[in-house]
């Protein structure tokens, strides 16, 4: 079946350019997770969102990341004026439960962001 | 939130269990222990998970100490496949962020 599709899956940008990554969840899963992946790091949170409303974005770095899911399913993670300290490996996932962080996450094979 | 220890690295000769230790000496009574992993280039994959029983699966046991401070992942035949950065994640009672760490790095060797 359709697991959780992320794209573009590379991405590079020249420093201050504006990035959109999209994150396809896996149909009908109520909550929806975004990672970044420094190299050698494990992944760390960025925000949370059940159905449309996040309810979680204590992990954005700074004013420039910026997520949204206005429908309940499809997310995009935008990045204002990227910073060469912003490349990375950029995590979608997504579960069923409500709850999020008590049911399996799914995740996407990310998206490889490239700051020049 | 409570934080978990692993080795960075470990080697396992194939066909033979891996036995991936984790400590957690600050969990808390409610908080669940996970286990993840990533192979190369693709995104965490979900193996186990449990609470306060010993746990196994098809991919997996799990194998929590009775005062629930440390848990061992057992892989009982390691194939090359199994190659990958394996997390233990300790589910925090407030939020919703999964915090991975730096994971053990298992080499399955020929």
């Known amino acids: 079946g359709a697991g959780v599709s992320q794209s573009p899956r590379y991405k590079v940008a020249k420093r201050g350019q504006d990035v959109a990554l999209r994150c396809d969840p896996i149909?009908?899963?109520?909550?929806l997770f975004w990672y970044q992946q420094a190299l050698g790091q494990g992944p760390e949170f960025l925000t949370y969102?059940?159905?449309?409303?996040?309810?979680?974005k204590s992990g954005l770095p700074s004013d420039r990341f910026f997520a949204e899911r206005p429908e309940g399913s499809v997310s995009t993670l935008k990045i204002q004026r990227t910073q060469q300290e912003d490349s990375a490996v950029y995590l979608c996932?997504?579960?069923?439960?409500?709850?999020?962080?008590?049911?399996?996450?799914?995740f996407g094979p990310g998206t490889r962001l490239t700051v020049l | 939130d409570a934080k978990t220890t692993q080795p960075t690295s470990m080697d396992c000769a194939e066909g033979r269990a891996a036995n991936l230790p984790c400590n957690h000496s600050?969990?808390?009574?409610?908080?669940?222990v996970y286990w993840y992993r990533q192979i190369h280039s693709q995104g965490p994959q979900y193996i186990i998970h449990?609470?306060?029983n010993n746990e196994t699966n098809e991919m997996a046991s799990l194998i929590i100490t009775e005062d629930r401070k440390s848990s061992t992942l057992i892989l009982p035949h390691a194939t090359l496949r199994d190659t990958a950065v394996y997390y233990c994640?300790?589910?925090?009672?407030?939020?919703?962020?999964?915090?991975f760490g730096t994971g053990t790095s298992l080499t399955v060797i020929p």
């Open positions: 149909s009908g899963h109520v909550s």
């Open positions: 449990g609470l306060k």
């Open positions: 600050t969990i808390s009574g409610n908080e669940y």
């Open positions: 969102f059940q159905n449309e409303a996040q309810l979680d």
């Open positions: 994640i300790v589910i925090p009672n407030t939020g919703n962020q999964f915090y």
């Open positions: 996932a997504s579960s069923r439960g409500g709850s999020g962080r008590l049911v399996e996450q799914f």
